[in-house]
């Protein structure tokens, strides 16, 4: 938007003045969602969100023209929001969606606040109110932090759970890797969530996490996907691992002769996660498929190698029965992911999977099925943990 192309400074002053009033409404509004109000002075609470958000495209198209970028922005983020929101199943769904485009959109006013008055002279003198309760109105509508979480996913399924649970999504290219950018939000605050799907193997988890989180400068990072089940598991089930042995490390002699490689969570996520599988509230994200049983969650260690073991009849498999025999899962990139945010002690870690099988029942009949209600299933237990995080813990 070309700001120096404004109208009268009468017209600025009076366009500011009506997009602080619009933001602080928005603090309104969004207790109100929180609350499960019906209604908000006098409409009910969905038809005051569009009320409100037409309003906003008024005023900026008032000051600025109907061509400029926020108001198409605008207008086609509340087109994807009504269109997500008779996709919904159950009020609180539909309430969190609500929650979150208010929330989206308090800071794009708040931005735009700001870009005005970086860039418009106005006197010292004008008529325009206490500025800093204003300036600081979006950073207490999120809880006074904004989050930032890089999810990585190995398979085009996986991404595609997690990108179910994000709202305005775009996408960002880095060095050849494009990611996937959202904004997840509960309660009130805000997650910019950043995701991509890098391919299977501990060594490309390792490259992309670290390329990542020196990129986005995260505050969170998990990886989160589908894995096999070795022990006291199901399909569908959830494990997030307090650790991951690399099960692959040792020495070949005329027996193999493993050398521990162990990788770990970070403390508060495994605390979380742990609070998080005591309860059921985790199944409340799951958006589809709905599953018609009770799947459980685990917190425990899980294997990770390059090898893709498909029988409880192969010699990898006793091994790790053997060997690391407290593991509940296998997979393919957690060692490396690990290996990655261990040099980076100021993220926060946790890595999450759905079983989508067992090693004594695989089928590639179903294996598309079972993917994507693993992948489901995993994600609705990331974003739950994300929800619940205190912003004290994870903001380095």
């Given at each position: 938007m070309t700001i120096t192309a404004l109208n009268s400074p009468e017209r600025i002053r009076e366009c500011l003045s009506k997009l602080r009033d619009k933001l602080e409404k928005a603090n309104r509004l969004s207790d109100a969602v929180i609350q499960n109000k019906l209604d908000f002075e006098?409409?009910?609470?969905?038809?005051?969100?569009?009320?409100?958000?037409?309003?906003?495209?008024?005023?900026?198209?008032?000051?600025?023209?109907?061509e400029v970028e926020e108001v198409s922005w605008f207008k086609e983020e509340y087109e994807k929001l009504v269109?997500?929101?008779?996709?919904?199943?159950?009020?609180?769904?539909?309430?969190?969606?609500l929650c979150s485009a208010i929330s989206i959109r308090a800071i794009k006013i708040d931005e735009l606040i700001n870009r005005m008055e970086n860039t418009v002279i106005i006197s010292s003198t004008s008529p325009l109110g206490d500025q800093s309760s204003y300036m600081n109105i979006a950073k207490n509508f999120t809880n006074g932090t904004s989050s930032t979480c890089i999810i990585l996913t190995a398979l085009p399924v996986e991404l595609n759970a997690v990108c179910s649970h994000l709202h305005d999504i775009s996408q960002v290219e880095h060095k050849g890797t494009v990611y996937e950018k959202g904004f997840f939000s509960s309660g009130g605050r805000v997650w910019e969530v950043i995701s991509a799907e890098i391919g299977a193997g501990n060594h490309s988890a390792a490259f992309e996490a670290e390329r990542a989180i020196s990129r986005f400068n995260p505050n969170v990072v998990m990886f989160v996907g589908v894995a096999g089940g070795i022990k006291d598991v199901v399909a569908g089930d959830v494990v997030a691992a307090t650790k991951v042995y690399g099960y692959e490390s040792g020495k070949a002699e005329a027996t193999f002769k493993p050398r521990p490689d162990v990788g770990n969570s970070s403390y508060n996520m495994e605390q979380r996660a742990k609070a998080v599988a005591r309860r059921k509230d985790w199944q409340k994200q799951i958006l589809d498929p709905q599953p018609n049983y009770s799947p459980h969650a685990h917190v425990g260690a899980i294997a990770a190698g390059e090898k893709v073991i498909a029988s409880?009849?192969?010699?990898?498999?006793?091994?790790?029965?053997?060997?690391?025999?407290?593991?509940?899962a296998v997979e393919m990139e957690g060692r490396g992911f690990a290996e990655a945010t261990h040099a980076n002690p100021q993220v926060s870690t946790l890595i999450v999977r759905g079983i989508s099988d067992l090693l004594n029942d695989k089928s590639d009949v179903d294996d598309d099925t079972r993917q994507k209600v693993a992948s489901q299933h995993a994600s609705a237990f990331a974003f739950e943990v994300l929800k619940q995080l205190d912003a004290d813990t994870v903001v380095p």
């Open positions: 006098g409409r009910p609470i969905y038809v005051a969100v569009g009320f409100w958000h037409d309003s906003i495209c008024q005023i900026i198209s008032s000051c600025f023209g109907s269109e997500r929101g008779i996709s919904l199943v159950g009020v609180e769904q539909f309430n969190q969606s409880t009849e192969s010699s990898v498999y006793h091994f790790l029965r053997d060997t690391y025999s407290d593991a509940l």
